[in-house]
């Protein structure tokens, strides 16, 4: 029954797009491609003139498709990825290029793609929910992004780009119901308070059973329990003054995620098999552990046009506390004895930010560029705890690390594009950014005979390191035609250095890794034909990266994080947007990756050179069809997704325990909208072919077992939205 229920959707949508052909036949109107406007160069620009590869998604597109996190942008963006270590540790990789661990494991390091919500770094404990946002668009820019942009965007960065309180009166509240008892609702607001002063508010409660099942405790784990408010007030005190002031509040509290185990049959005659249930979607855990969130932030933006430009200044305070417990190993020897080993974090992050810049232009319009300054001051307090438990003999082993990091980064950049002729344009860019870490780290035995880790002696140390990077952009644009836009670049990120997070000694806790920094080559072209009945977009690159920065788990004690590696990476993405008849929209892109190791010596004996780059599909294929049209007044819509991508490794060593293999995704949307335009009823389905996709792999060589936690599966609801 829930099989049919679930694929009933699906056929859905599909009848819809195919009683398309026969009833666009009779539609006489031109179709016609919207334009999406972007803030790619932190000003707002058509995307067709944009010399970026970026993908946009408007909050029309959001809906249509049902996304509701970066797992949903992922699988229709071409080379980007997007796992997770638990609910909040997400693993984002764009073109290759990720970090290798959760950000929240290491208080000493950051992100390799970052995200951004309204021009403030996300830098730890995630993004409120999406659907309290109101937002006006997500953007995703591809490979490093170091000139306009705060930090550490060496791989690229995701944008949040929320509506501004506006002078209307607004409303919108939205219900769900879907498989495993999934309840939402969510509502969104905007009303003038005077012609000068607008509100705008949002709250949305997320809930659902858990999509797997603790044989041991007899409960289901890896549900959700999201609470999200927001609040944007926006004054206009004058024709030149434009003044945001917003918060947001995150709430989530629900069981933890933990591990499931794949056990090698072959290994010591099958004996660690003996207790693992072999159903993906079942764990064997002594606790479910827990994940606990509460993030706050506020913001301030100030937009001042001048007589020589639009001064921005965006001031923001981002606090959050992380508590979670993560059973991450539960290996049954000699059943019911259990190995046992736990991780729990205790975490606090202050964040304040603060930028400032001067959109300016000249030479009758010839010119434009922006030049500002960037400050960002973290200050994380982590404790991590560790414990392992051997039953025979039994021993229990607990050690705590209680973690310090103060984090201060400083930038001053500009960049100016200047059109040469009618038709080409030429832009500069550079970016010089300080960064500075201090720390403070304790590692000690709390019980045990030194497990975990087998620390060689307690410790308490400190460490500082500061580093600092030139990243220029060079760009040469060229619009052969009005529907042709033609680019080259060159780009230059840079990737702070850090501290680790856990070190089994004192030597290596307190010494510091260096910074990775990448030179990326790309030319593409932006068109549109027939029309703007056409959008084809193509992006070709070439990535070369040093000394650059590969987490490496040790059994038994922590993952070590080293410059270990250069590598070159390759590629190609093409998008496309058709619109033959009025209604029909077909949406797609394809993106072929080769991103390998040049050089990895990893140790004495193991050597990586020539390997391919964690999260690096070689094909992935995206293929949307949507339908709409009206029928006696009534709006009818339906939508399809497939998404199609080639094996990829979790690590390294390129070994087959830690791969996803290829894998399709199926989802899928109908909806009906009433003739006033104010109830709109929806089915929708997501992962509709059921795949068993991990998204994060941890192999425990000594005991031949890999750890996976795995995305939801197939999951299926209807939804009622109201508008006023």
């Known amino acids: 029954m829930t099989k049919h229920l679930a694929y009933g959707v699906s056929r859905l949508a599909l009848s819809v797009a195919i009683f398309a052909a026969g009833h666009a036949a009779a539609q006489t109107k031109p179709a016609e491609i919207s334009e999406l406007v972007v803030t790619a160069q932190r000003v707002e620009e058509n995307i067709q003139k944009v010399p970026i590869a970026v993908t946009a998604f408007s909050a029309a597109t959001l809906e249509r498709q049902s996304i ?70 997500i953007e995703v820019l591809r490979g490093p992004q170091g000139t306009l942009f ?114 090698d049959p072959t290994f010591a005659g099958g004996i660690h098999c003996v207790g693992i249930n072999p159903d993906p979607r079942v764990v064997d855990a002594f606790t479910d552990g827990y994940l606990r969130r509460w993030l706050q932030t506020y913001r301030g933006e100030v937009n001042w046009t001048t007589p020589i430009g639009v001064v921005t200044s965006i001031t923001a305070y981002r606090n959050v506390t992380l508590n979670f417990k993560t059973p991450f190993f539960s290996n049954p020897v000699n059943p019911p004895n259990e ?53 025979a003999p039994s021993i229990t082993g607990v050690a705590t690390y209680p973690q310090r990091v103060k984090g201060r980064s400083w930038a001053v950049f500009g960049q100016a594009s200047f059109a040469i002729t009618d038709t080409l344009t030429a832009t500069a860019g550079l970016r010089q950014t300080w960064e500075k870490k201090d720390g403070h780290f304790i590692g000690q035995k709390v019980s045990g005979p030194g497990l975990p880790p087998p620390l060689v002696a307690n410790y308490d140390v400190t460490g500082s390191k500061s580093w600092n990077a030139l990243t220029p952009r060079y760009a040469l644009d060229w619009q052969a035609t009005k529907g042709a836009l033609v680019y080259v670049s060159a780009t230059r990120g840079f990737k702070s250095g850090g501290f680790q997070g856990i070190a089994g000694s004192a030597l290596s806790q307190a010494t510091p890794y260096d910074p990775e920094y990448a030179w990326s080559y790309e030319g593409g072209a932006k068109t549109q034909w027939l029309d703007n009945r056409l959008r084809l977009n193509l992006s070709v690159f070439q990535t070369d990266y040093k000394d650059l920065q590969v987490s490496s788990l040790v059994p038994l004690c922590c993952v070590v ?32 990756l080769d991103a390998k190791f040049t050089s990895f010596a990893n140790g004495a004996t193991a050597n990586y050179t020539g390997n391919v780059l964690p999260r690096s599909p070689k094909d992935k294929v995206h293929l949307g069809a949507q339908y709409s049209f009206d029928m006696q007044g009534w709006g009818l819509l339906g939508r399809v997704d497939y998404t199609n991508q080639s094996k ?50 941890t192999a425990f060589a000594p005991y031949h077992q890999v750890l996976v936690p795995y995305a939801p599966p197939r999951t299926y609801g209807v939804t009622l939205i109201w508008r006023m």
């Open 339 to 391: 190995i046992e080993s736990t991780e729990t974090d205790h975490e606090k992050d202050k964040q304040f930010s603060q930028e400032v810049r001067l959109a300016f232009g000249g030479f009758d319009n010839r010119l434009k560029g922006q030049v500002g300054a960037y400050y960002l001051n973290e200050d994380n307090d982590r404790t991590e705890i560790l414990q392992q438990d051997f039953p």
């Open 150 to 263: 705060g930090k550490n965007t060496v791989g690229g960065l995701i944008q949040y780009v929320t509506r501004k309180p506006q002078n209307e009166t607004s409303l919108r509240i939205e219900g769900e119901l879907g498989n495993y008892n999934r309840r939402v609702i969510n509502a969104r607001g905007n009303t003038p308070i005077s012609d000068k002063v607008f509100l705008s508010l949002g709250a949305s409660l997320k809930l659902h059973d858990g999509y797997e099942f603790n044989e041991t405790t007899h409960h289901d784990v890896d549900n959700e329990d999201l609470k999200t408010v927001t609040a944007a007030l926006r004054l206009l005190p004058s024709d030149n003054l434009d003044i945001v002031l917003a918060t947001d509040f995150t709430m989530q509290d629900q069981r933890g995620n933990p591990r499931h185990n794949i056990c």
């Open 68 to 137: 509701e996190n970066l797992q949903d942008i992922a699988l229709r963006t071409p080379g980007f990825s997007a796992g997770a270590v638990d609910p909040i540790q997400s693993n984002l990789a764009i073109r290759g290029i990720g970090s290798a661990f959760g950000i929240s494991q290491n208080a000493g390091g950051d992100a390799s793609v970052v995200v951004f919500v309204d021009g403030v770094y996300a830098g730890r404990g995630g993004t409120p929910d999406i659907d309290a946002l109101n937002l006006e668009r």
């Open 561 to 592: 994080v080293g410059n270990a590696a250069t590598a070159r990476i390759r590629g190609a993405e093409l998008e496309w947007v058709i619109a033959p008849v009025e209604g029909l929209e077909i949406d797609g892109s394809y993106a072929r």
């Open 648 to 697: 990829m490794y979790f690590d390294a060593s390129n070994i087959s325990t830690q791969k996803q293999e290829g894998y399709i995704d199926v989802d899928a949307r109908v909806s009906i909208t009433s003739p006033d335009k104010r109830w709109e009823l929806a089915a929708w389905g997501k992962n509709l072919t059921d795949e068993l996709v991990a998204t994060y792999v």
